[in-house]
């Protein structure tokens, strides 16, 4: 069993902070060191479906999306395609316990970006898919779903809402 990484949760500043790119170099290192799967490791044992680094305290553009049971990791992520249609949806974050949000989010996305190999991939995505991508888009940027809900409840932890 991989090692598990404590999550940050608000206030906390590092969630604040913008991540930066990472270079083939430190995706080698990473990889070596079993940062990927400590990442994963983590995101299943929060019971999430999506974690990016910033939520372990990691400055690089990293996230991890829970597709059809897999985890995909996602290193230098960029959406370069929105659709015009939006969809108002529930999201939860493990670094923001006990609320969950209406957030407006584009109903299908584009996402370009590397693997742990450092081979590029490109996938088109919709519903809760392109709001994982959106969501741990916006953790790499220092923005949390709270900032973006038009709607906010207090919530129990095992609410069937996701959490990413
Ligand atoms: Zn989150």
Not at 20 to 28: C, F, Y
Not at 43 to 59: L, P, W, Y
Not at 113 to 123: D, F, H, I, N, Y
Request: glycine fraction near 6%; charged fraction near 30%.
């Amino acid at each position: 069993m991989p090692k598990t990484l404590p999550v940050l949760t608000i206030p906390d500043e590092r969630l604040r902070k913008p991540a930066k790119p990472v270079s083939l170099e430190t995706i080698e290192r990473l990889r070596a060191e079993g940062f990927f799967d400590a990442l994963i490791a983590t995101m299943r044992k929060e019971d999430g479906v999506g974690i990016a680094a910033t939520q372990v305290g990691s400055a690089h553009r990293i996230f991890v999306a829970l597709e059809s049971r897999t985890p995909q990791v996602y290193i230098n992520p960029e959406i370069f395609g929105r659709s015009i249609r939006t969809a108002v949806d529930t999201e939860g974050c493990l670094s923001v316990p006990g609320v969950i949000g209406a957030v407006r989010r584009a109903k299908s996305v584009t996402l370009r970006a590397l693997t742990m190999e450092g081979k590029s991939v490109e996938r088109r995505a919709k519903d809760l898919i392109a709001r994982i991508y959106q969501h741990e888009l916006d953790h790499l940027d220092g923005v949390l779903f709270i900032d973006r809900a038009v709607q906010l409840w207090e919530t129990k932890k095992d609410a069937p809402t996701p959490r990413v």
